[in-house]
């Protein structure tokens, strides 16, 4: 019975470490979470900058080249050495070109026939005293997928036309595609109406102007950090943020890549957790028996003095602690019991 009551007593005096141990190991699996879902958003940031920034170098320059007294002045003859000189300044350009406050074409850089673009949201946009219009949508002039972004175009400050810079959408999907995550994540960016604009995943394609409003990431919205979902029985993490003209960067990652890190600490905190546990166990165990087992032989021992037996041999009196001075002291007590029984004239000794 003793050797029970030292051993369940060590047992709980072995939570403590063992407590502490989990404990260490929930603060490392949160402090690595937190790195991970920091990295994701920092990511997601980056990208969401460089979309910001390649949009207002757009913008800017648009704004130069309407700032321009050739474009102001609503000449074709003019305007068409700028335009052409747009296109071939930046790389991202594939046609510019100009309307009048109805919205028909004045000039083009491409040498396309002039057409109508009143119906075009980023034309509206500027005649309707925006002072910044964008669209993705089909291109009229290529039929492929592609940005437009418009400014106005004013002369002694009155509204005079607009000016307008297309980009095929491959040109924005190359800074998107060029960002690494992990071994499974990649971004993709969509419009307000939640059509693709750019990605980095060779899955899909920007040939065509794909609906993303019932992917179920998509559909998970905006969100302050990182979050885990399951779609098609995989776990993935996701995060969202949105630019500066209203589009929404979603950069996605399976879940087993992006916490990779976490589950491989688990699985060496489970390994120390179990090697502790039985380490502590047998420590325990032959602590207790070692404690336990001569006492256990003490008590035998004065069990069989009470019934007069005084010939035995006393073990552990070499000992230098609290189990040798129990032994001296039995010793001393059976020394003392055999000159009393020798001095009355005992004879069962």
Known sequence: ?????????????????????????????????????QTLVSTAELIVADVNNWVELNL???????????????????????????????????????????????????????????????????????????????????????????VPVSRNQQLTGTLVQCSKLVNISENVAAVSIGKTGFARLIDSKLRLIAHGDTTETTEELKDLSNDPIVALGLTAEPVVSTINDKKIVSYSLVTDLGWRLIVTQDYDDAYAVIEASKLKAIIAGVILALSILLFSFLLSNNISRPINKLSAIAETYSKGQLDMDIPETNRRDEIGDLAQAIERLGSGMKVMIKHYGGTKS
Do not use: H
């Not at 047992?11 to 502490?20: C, F, G, H």
């Not at 790389?91 to 040498?111: P, Q, V």
């Open 60 to 150: 800017s320059s648009s704004a130069l080249v309407a700032s321009t007294s050739d474009i102001q002045s609503m000449d074709p003859a003019l305007q068409v050495p700028i335009l052409r000189a747009t296109d071939e300044t930046f790389e991202w350009s594939y046609t510019a070109f100009t309307t009048d406050l109805k919205g028909n074409s004045i000039a083009r850089s491409d040498g396309q026939p002039l057409k109508f673009y009143g119906d075009r949201e980023y034309v509206k946009a500027i005649l309707n005293g925006e002072k910044v219009g964008q669209q993705v949508l089909i291109s009229r002039t290529n039929g492929k997928p592609a940005l437009c972004l418009s």
């Open 1 to 37: 019975m003793l050797f029970y009551r030292f051993f369940l007593a060590l047992l709980l005096v072995s939570l403590i470490p063992v407590t502490a141990n989990i404990y260490q190991l929930w603060q490392t699996q949160t402090t690595i979470k937190q790195a991970v879902d």
